[in-house]
């Protein structure tokens, strides 16, 4: 029974086509092969977007709770509780109170700055009308031990995502000067 290459088999006057089980064997362990060597970075591509999702997150709700006590004239009291995986942040008349439940695959691993209080309770930050934001870090991590760094500027009162923790990045400011 000859075979052409392109799988057409031809007795006589007539003429068949279609794959051998060799060549889809061969394609199928082509595909294997590349499934094999892209999907762990594109695993960790998707859980880096989930990661860099839940810091944006953080930061909007940072920046709702901020916009509130500019625009409103209230005190904002902010809550991050490690323990709970949540942040909450509320009005005094409970006028405004937000809640912010971190993903179950993600945690709340560190908040800064660092205090002598026990880690599981929830840290509480003030945020006055008018005033100077206070210098809040929160570090999320994902099950796979990468972390993102959410810190909210002093001077700008402004958050935002960083990449590295921010009593890092003054250590490397301080040593400049």
């Not at 061969?26 to 990661?51: C, D, K, N, Q």
């Not at 971190?102 to 005033?131: H, M, W």
């Amino acid at each position: 029974m000859p075979t052409s290459s392109a799988g057409a088999i031809s007795r006589g006057s007539l003429s068949q086509s279609g794959v051998t089980l060799l060549e889809l064997l061969i394609v199928m362990t082509l595909i294997a092969l590349v499934v094999g060597v892209a999907y762990p970075s594109a695993a960790a591509g998707v859980e880096s977007l989930r990661l860099r999702s839940v810091a944006d997150t953080v930061v909007s709700f940072l920046n709702t709770a901020v916009d509130r006590a500019t625009r409103r004239q209230q005190v904002i009291e902010i809550w991050i509780s490690p323990k709970e995986n949540v942040l909450l942040a509320r009005s005094p008349d409970l006028a405004f109170s937000r809640r912010l439940d971190i993903p179950g695959s993600f945690r709340i691993t560190s908040v800064l700055p660092r205090a002598q209080v026990n880690p599981d309770e929830p840290r509480r930050f003030l945020l006055y009308p008018g005033g100077a934001a206070p210098r809040i870090g929160v570090e999320i991590s994902n099950s796979a031990g990468r972390k993102r760094w959410v810190s909210m500027d002093p001077f700008t009162g402004m958050p935002s995502p960083v990449s590295e923790s921010p009593v890092a990045a003054q250590s490397a400011v301080r040593e400049l000067h």
